[in-house]
Every structure is written in C-alpha cells, then in structure tokens.
Nanobody, 123 residues
C-alpha cells in the first residue's frame, strides 16, 4: 500500500505561482510512475502531468504545458508540481497519483490516489 498526502494548495492571484508537494509513505515511490490530476466542480477528473519512475520522462496536458513542471525526489519519497503563470481556469482540487507507467496514468490507470489539495486562482 502507498499513502499519498498532498500539500501546498491555496489561494493565489492570476499570474502567480504555487508549488504542490505529494509525500508518500508505506512503500517507495521509485517503483511507480507518478502523476497529478485535477477536478473542478461539475467536471470530470482530468490528467495534468506525469513523470517516469526515474524522473527522466514527463508528460503534460496541453492546457498546462509550458506553465507547469512535475518533478520527483525518490530519496525523499516526494513528488512536486510547480505551477507558474496560473490562470483562473486552473482552479481545482489537485490529486497526486501513483501508477505503473506514464501511459497508464494518462489513461487514468491509477493504483493509488491522494486526498487532494485545493488550488484557487483569483482573477
């Protein structure tokens, strides 16, 4: 079992930045591709970004490419999402996830979910 706990969410003005963290416990995340998803009220949960087990490969949703950066520190069992140039449409609950491979995460093939952290971007 892997327990995932997100932190770093909050309220920020449009154009600002936030850094989300996802701390894992129970098992090492080095065995998993890791990803971030988000869900806004009335919308389905959507893929945001994913990173390979070793951190050498990443993938992003078109809507965040060039603004968000996913990274990981396997020694700290933690994954990060640096969010820059935030827009009001980025407002959502952000979830951390672990899965076998990046391609699987993109298709929402997730083994473990975190509980989510709220990000609100004001205009």
């Amino acid at each position: 079992q892997v327990q995932l706990v997100e932190s770093g969410g909050g309220l920020v003005q449009a154009g600002g930045s936030l850094r989300l963290s996802c701390a894992a416990s129970g098992r090492t995340i080095s065995s998993y591709a890791m990803g971030w998803f988000r869900q806004s009220p009335g919308k389905e949960r959507e893929f945001v970004a994913a990173i390979s087990r070793g951190g050498g490969v990443s993938d992003y949703a078109h809507s965040v490419k060039g603004r968000f950066t996913i990274s990981r520190d396997n020694a700290k069992n933690t994954v990060y999402l640096q969010m820059d140039s935030l827009k009001p449409e980025d407002t959502a609950v952000y979830y951390c996830a672990a899965g076998p491979v990046i391609a699987g995460l993109v298709r929402h093939a997730v083994n473990y979910w975190g509980q989510g952290t709220q990000v609100t971007v004001s205009s």
